[in-house]
């Protein structure tokens, strides 16, 4: 049984920061991509960043150069540093792990930036 735990989320004000965890616990020989992922109500889930075992990483276009997505593989975690939030930004933020043969998803952070 894999477990994703998710911390880090907060209200914020605009133009501030938060940093985002996600630990993988559980039997775990190797995990592929990790991501993050977010849902604003009434809106559908949408890929925020994603970065591979080897440390390449992919963002979303309107989150390049504010937001930066990097890994501890000896502790099966995954970080995302945010920075210049904006209201818009305001969202569930949910850890996503590819341990092969399957996806895992964590259980979701609140993120919520004021303006």
């Known amino acids: 049984q894999v477990q994703l735990v998710e911390s880090g989320g907060d209200l914020v004000q605009a133009g501030g920061s938060l940093r985002l965890s996600c630990t993988a616990s559980?039997?775990?020989?190797?995990?592929?991509?990790m991501a993050w992922y977010r849902q604003a109500p009434e809106k559908q889930r949408e890929l925020v960043a994603v970065v591979s075992s080897g440390g390449i990483t992919q963002y979303a276009e309107s989150m390049k150069g504010r937001f930066t997505i990097y890994r501890d593989n000896a502790k099966n975690t995954v970080y995302q540093q945010m920075n210049s939030l904006k209201p818009e930004d305001t969202a569930v933020y949910y850890c996503?792990?590819?341990?092969?043969?399957?996806?895992?998803w964590g259980q979701g952070t609140q993120v919520t930036v004021s303006s």
């Open positions: 996503n792990a590819f341990i092969n043969p399957r996806n895992y």
């Open positions: 559980g039997t775990i020989f190797s995990i592929n991509a």
